[in-house]
């Protein structure tokens, strides 16, 4: 069992700048690949990152959503069994309820292919 903790949301100009934490207990962390994703009112809950668990810290694989690359970006912390995302230059259409997830078989991109989900942490980009 997992338990998943995400923070740092909050309301944000078009522009700005947030970070996501996400703090994991329970089985160990270094073992999960761990995931973002994103759900707006009215719309499936989409992907935005996700990072592996293999490899040291130089050698793990990171995946983004389209919308984000280059504004965003994924990185853990195994020592503090927390992943984060720093996202930059928010936009409007960034707004969202922003969940982290672990998974015990790889870095997927469907929510399907996660098996734990924290609570979720608001974020709201104003234009």
């Known amino acids: 069992q997992v338990q998943l903790v995400e923070s740092g949301g909050g309301l944000v100009q078009a522009g700005d700048s947030l970070r996501l934490a996400c703090a994991a207990s329970g089985r160990t962390f270094s073992d999960s690949a761990m995931g973002w994703f994103r759900q707006a009112p009215g719309k499936e809950r989409e992907f935005v990152a996700a990072?592996?668990?293999?490899?040291?810290?130089?050698?793990?694989?990171?995946y983004y959503a389209e919308s984000v690359i280059g504004r965003f970006t994924i990185w853990r912390d195994n020592a503090k069994n927390t992943v984060y995302l720093q996202m930059n230059s928010l936009k409007p259409a960034d707004t969202a309820v922003y969940y982290c997830?672990?998974?015990?078989?790889?870095?997927?991109?469907?929510?399907?292919?996660?098996?734990?989900w924290g609570q979720g942490t608001q974020v709201t980009v104003s234009s």
């Open positions: 997830a672990a998974s015990n078989s790889g870095a997927w991109s469907a929510p399907r292919g996660y098996d734990y």
């Open positions: 990072i592996s668990w293999t490899g040291g810290p130089a050698d793990y694989g990171t």
